[in-house]
């Protein structure tokens, strides 16, 4: 089985959009036609992120989430105001394939998350957690909603997430969100020993050779954002994505014989 | 006329995408009595064992099902839909259809490196020339902690995931089951629904 390479499209109000470090938005354009792109592309598997949703206190955009699985024959993970079992059962009727909860809504709903498991299954149950740098460069966790970094202690809270049985774990490192100067992998390697779940890790991927670099340092998937919206060192908006050709150089051939 | 079961477990939404992208007729529907309708049924699935056989229970696709496989209507299970098929799972309490012997048992691996669940594209050999055609080389999306265990001759394909060489599709007579999805595996997935789509 070859690792996974997955672009994460950020939705705000219904617009595509970019960040930097969670911040300054920018417009990139209509969502539909990044997925449909995408899809064109054969992209391993694609994330949408709605970055509004939970801070304007709403759900998901069903209407918007249906026309883009209409575009799309590989799997979808989709994060942003999940709030209750019923909003994951309509992402799953919808053709979502794994629900994205972030980290920063968990404390009041962790019967919600466990109920979520026993139903549906833990394979299509995510858990996104967001990880920053404070003032004395140590890692610490961010809650995006309050804008704020919190003072848990992010091993062990990795560890206990892993153990609410999920089928994956995303983590997003803030401070390299939109930098595309390589992951962070010293922290990848220092934060994740312990990890027996599926994991995927987002923010800083500025070129193949960073994905190359996170696959083998014990990562499951690499996604990226910047990497896959923007082209050229003037950054020009350009959907893309490696061809199968440059996968397989890059990651090896799938196996077909054993 | 293709049944796509919507008994209130899963993903719905994609299957029916495809196949009507492969310009096929298909009937969406949660009535038990619409399977008579159909030549070929389908049963999706996403979420735990016993949460689907309740959901096939309560709606009362148990016997409608049951009755269109002996007449000899075909269906293909896909993924959960296709852990029902076999009689029982580590994962419930509750019976499968048991159209195909066999139960369903979870990934456990020695070495804790590798993760369960089985989450990406893997290849599927296929031992039974049935639904492969143009499949030769091929990836399929998997998702799944829980795989089947069935006698060999119901066996239609195999995919390995680390040490484990397990069943990933199977076949007794106009029984068919997938556990990847081929809903979401672009054209291979594409191929291998055309292929069933095509079964006479």
């Not at chain 2, 996403?46 to 496989?69: R, T």
Request: include cysteine.
């Amino acid at each position: 089985m070859r690792k996974r390479v997955i672009p994460v499209l950020l939705v705000e109000d219904e617009g595509l959009v970019k960040t930097i470090n969670f911040r300054d938005s920018a417009y990139l354009g209509d969502p539909i036609n990044a997925v449909r792109l995408y899809n064109d592309m054969e992209v391993d598997e694609l994330i949408i992120l709605d970055i509004s949703a939970t801070k304007e206190n709403n759900g998901p955009n069903f209407e918007m989430l249906h026309s883009v699985v209409n575009e799309c024959f590989m799997p979808l993970g989709y994060g942003g105001g999940i709030s209750t079992i019923d909003d994951i059962k309509k992402l799953f009727k919808i053709g979502i394939e794994k629900v994205i909860i972030n980290h920063s809504v968990l404390s009041n709903n962790i019967d919600f998350i466990k109920e979520a498991i026993s139903m549906f299954g833990s394979q299509s149950i995510v858990i996104s957690v967001d990880i920053n740098k404070n003032f004395f460069r140590k890692y610490v966790l961010y809650d995006y909603i309050l804008d704020e970094n919190l003072k848990t202690d992010i091993k062990q809270y990795l560890e206990n997430i892993a153990k609410l049985n999920i089928g994956e774990l995303f983590v997003n490192f803030v401070y390299n969100d939109g930098m595309m100067k390589g992951y962070d992998i010293d922290a990848i390697k220092n934060l994740f020993q312990n990890i027996s779940i599926p994991l995927v890790v987002c923010g800083g991927a500025g070129s193949l050779d960073d994905i190359k670099q996170v696959l083998d340092n014990g990562v499951d998937a690499a996604a990226a954002g910047s990497l896959f919206v923007y082209k050229g060192k003037q950054k020009g908006v350009m959907i893309n994505y490696p061809t199968q050709s440059e996968l397989n150089i890059l990651l090896g051939e799938y196996k077909y014989e054993w | 006329m293709i049944l796509v079961i919507d008994a209130k477990i899963g993903n719905i939404g994609s299957i029916v995408n495809i196949l009507k992208r492969l310009g096929v007729e298909v009937l969406v529907s949660d009535d038990p009595n619409d399977i008579l309708k159909a030549n070929k049924i389908i049963l999706p699935g996403v979420g735990s064992f016993d949460y689907g056989m309740e959901h096939l229970k309560k709606m009362g696709f148990i016997q409608p099902i049951n009755e269109a496989v002996a007449k000899g209507k075909y269906l293909l299970g896909i993924c959960l839909g296709m852990q029902m098929l076999l009689e029982q799972s580590e994962e419930g309490k509750l019976k499968g259809l048991g159209l195909i012997p066999g139960n369903v048992i979870r990934f456990t691996f020695r070495d804790t490196s590798i993760k369960v669940p089985h989450m990406g594209w893997n290849y599927v050999k296929f031992s039974k020339n049935k639904i492969n055609q143009k499949l030769d080389k091929n990836r399929f999306y998997f998702v799944h902690s829980y795989f089947v265990r069935t006698e060999e001759k119901y066996i239609l394909g195999k995919t390995k995931y680390a040490d484990n060489i397990f069943t990933s599709a199977i076949n007794k007579g106009n029984v068919f089951g997938m556990q990847f999805h081929p809903e979401k595996s672009h054209k291979f997935g594409k191929q291998i629904l055309e292929n069933f789509v095509g079964l006479k």
